[in-house]
């Protein structure tokens, strides 16, 4: 099985953006995220049904950093977690 590099994951660049949705409400927003990172197991290497990575936490949902917004740890699961992950267009 083929490995995909960096180059092919970061297609956003730097400046990638993560929506969470509840049904059709979004909930979450974080930007300039770098890449989304599956995770592996511990002991066997197999891949998780998750992926994580570091981005700032939107609170406001107006797709800026504002002050006080700061980077943050997230994970969702691949499996039940309705997201659109993009290149920010600004």
Do not use: H
């Not at 998750?50 to 917004?69: A, I, R």
């Not at 969702?76 to 267009?89: A, H, K, L, Q, V």
């Amino acid at each position: 099985m083929a490995e995909l590099g960096r180059a092919v994951q970061n297609w956003t660049g730097t400046d990638g953006v993560l929506e969470i949705y509840a049904g059709e409400k979004l909930v979450k927003r974080f930007l300039e995220i770098d890449k989304l990172i599956t995770a592996m197991g511990t002991n066997d290497d197999l891949p998780r049904p998750y992926q994580f990575g570091y981005g700032v936490l939107d609170t406001n949902l107006n797709s800026q950093k504002d002050p006080g917004e700061q980077q943050v740890y997230f994970e969702f699961s691949d499996y039940s977690t309705p997201y659109i992950f993009y290149e920010n267009p600004a």
